[in-house]
């Protein structure tokens, strides 16, 4: 089992920044992919980031991209997600995730391990 234990959230001002991380345990894998959700009240959980653990690519919902960045810490088992020029629209409850699958990153059903989820709130 993998465990994800994610941290960073809490309440910035809009053009503010966080970073968020997830740190993993358990029977951890480094290949595959490694996710970042979000859902804000009353709607779907989407997509936002996902990084590929052994090559390295990296891909973003049209939203997020300039403005955030999925990275890793090999060593720690880690994986962070920098949001910048936050918007009041970013508001929701961030979800890491993480899948052996090499295919279809973006997906939320893709996924086989999630985090409990950190909120940020951004005001206007």
């Known amino acids: 089992q993998v465990q994800l234990a994610e941290s960073g959230g809490g309440l910035v001002q809009a053009g503010g920044s966080l970073r968020l991380s997830c740190a993993a345990s358990?029977?951890?894998?480094?290949?595959?992919?490694r996710g970042w959700f979000r859902q804000a009240p009353g709607k779907e959980r989407e997509f936002v980031a996902a990084?590929?653990?052994?090559?390295?690519?990296?891909y973003y919902t049209e939203s997020a991209k300039g403005r955030f960045t999925i990275s890793r810490d090999n060593a720690e088992n880690t994986v962070y997600l920098q949001m910048n020029s936050l918007k009041p629209e970013d508001t929701a409850v961030y979800y890491c995730?993480?899948?052996?699958?090499?295919?279809?990153?973006?997906?939320?059903?893709?996924?086989?391990?999630w985090g409990q989820g950190t909120q940020v709130t951004v005001s206007s």
């Open positions: 990084l590929n653990w052994s090559g390295g690519n990296t």
């Open positions: 995730a993480a899948t052996r699958s090499r295919y279809w990153p973006t997906y939320e059903s893709g996924y086989d391990y």
């Open positions: 358990g029977r951890t894998f480094s290949y595959g992919h």
